[in-house]
């Protein structure tokens, strides 16, 4: 097992500003590709955004322009910067990475966007 340990979650109000990190064991460098999904209530899980080893970015398209994900390979820690916050965002956000053909998660930290 990998632990992934996200924090930063909370409530945030639409328009405003959240980060998310995710501390991983190691170096962000092990990962192929690493990244965050999230899950709204009786929703699917769902990609929000991904970085690979290249250094290659990948959005969902709900959130391009809004949100900014990033690794930080010396602190082992992965961050989801989301700005112009939606209530459509409000989900459980889970911290991923894969190691070739093994998937890891984190246990979930929620985020809510409320006034």
């Known amino acids: 097992q990998v632990p992934l340990v996200e924090s930063g979650g909370g409530l945030g109000q639409p328009g405003g500003s959240l980060r998310l990190s995710c501390a991983v064991p190691?170096?962000?460098?092990?990962?192929?590709?690493i990244g965050w999904y999230r899950q709204a209530p009786g929703k699917e899980r769902e990609l929000v955004a991904t970085?690979?080893?290249?250094?290659?970015?990948n959005y969902a398209d709900s959130v391009k322009g809004r949100f900014t994900v990033s690794k930080d390979n010396a602190k082992s820690t992965i961050y989801l910067q989301m700005n112009a916050l939606k209530r459509e965002d409000t989900a459980v956000y889970y911290c991923?990475?894969?190691?070739?053909?093994?998937?890891?998660w984190g246990q979930g930290t929620q985020v809510t966007v409320s006034s």
């Open positions: 190691g170096s962000t460098a092990s990962f192929n590709d």
């Open positions: 970085i690979n080893s290249s250094g290659r970015t």
């Open positions: 991923y990475g894969r190691i070739w053909n093994s998937h890891y």
